[in-house]
């Protein structure tokens, strides 16, 4: 009787620590105020700025990992519940979450959190939370399948889910696979926003990690319409000499239009 007591209240204490209440009051317990004030202005909270309104915590990313090893046999629900928080930090714990559930999962629950990523984009909204998860979920669940939505997403109204469509790729370029990385950059270099450009110049460089001439070839047909900072992340990794060359090209073309 006893024992069946004992198993009752453990079962009660897992299931209950797996709530969306009791991890969020354990993530609060882990904040620290000062690196809170330090993420807001690192992260742009100011009124007009990108994350403008953004609620921060001060939990560090090596602490949320250990969390979601703690924390990873919960729900789907449970962790589309956390990414629904108004704490930046809660909701960059749920997506950690989402990506190690994706990497162990089958087939269909790598579908259902791929739909659940999309279907949430509007709480993945700044960098940090997109280049955390977009290529593990988004880009690996595309990586043998149509990738149009990637195409939709590039022409969003949403900074946050045009940097998805980005960061995505990064998936297929770590597979020695361009092409959908290179068409969605190009349709991006018009693009206002500075994150856009650091994000498709971080790309490209990727790229020329893997096959310099794939970059080189890029820039030469692109350079002279792309942003400078979009050009200055994409040839970071070049010799002196020829990221000099670059950024050169890129000012003349500039000058002359001028």
Not at 55 to 76: D, E, Q, Y
Not at 96 to 115: H, S
Not at 125 to 135: E, F, I, R, T
Request: proline share 1%; aromatic share 12%.
């Amino acid at each position: 009787m006893l024992a069946k007591l004992l198993c009752k209240c453990l079962a009660y204490e897992t299931e209950k620590s797996m709530t969306n209440q009791y991890i969020t009051d354990y993530l609060l317990s882990l904040g620290n105020a000062e690196t809170a004030k330090r993420s807001k202005s690192f992260f742009k909270t100011g009124k007009g700025e990108y994350g403008f309104g953004d609620i921060f915590l001060g939990i560090r990313v090596p602490v949320l990992r250990k969390a979601v090893k703690s924390f990873n046999k919960i729900s789907l629900d449970t962790a589309e519940q956390l990414l629904h928080s108004k704490y930046h930090e809660i909701r960059l714990f749920a997506l950690l979450l989402l990506v190690d559930r994706f990497n162990k999962a089958t087939a269909d629950e790598q579908k259902r959190i791929y739909k659940l990523y999309l279907n949430n984009t509007k709480y993945i909204n700044n960098w940090d939370l997109v280049d955390s998860s977009a290529h593990y979920i988004v880009g690996a669940y595309l990586s043998d399948k149509n990738k149009d939505i990637l195409y939709r997403l590039t022409q969003s109204d949403s900074l946050w889910e045009r940097r998805v469509a980005v960061i995505s790729t990064f998936y297929f370029i770590k597979n020695n696979d361009f092409k959908d990385a290179t068409i969605i950059i190009e349709d991006l270099l018009d693009d206002q926003e500075d994150l856009i450009h650091k994000a498709a110049g971080w790309m490209l460089r990727e790229i020329g990690k893997r096959d310099h001439a794939e970059e080189a070839l890029f820039l030469e047909c692109h350079y002279h319409r792309m942003p400078r900072t979009t050009l200055r992340y994409a040839v970071e990794r070049f010799d002196e000499e020829e990221r000099q060359m670059w950024l050169k090209r890129k000012v003349t073309v500039h000058t002359k239009k001028i």
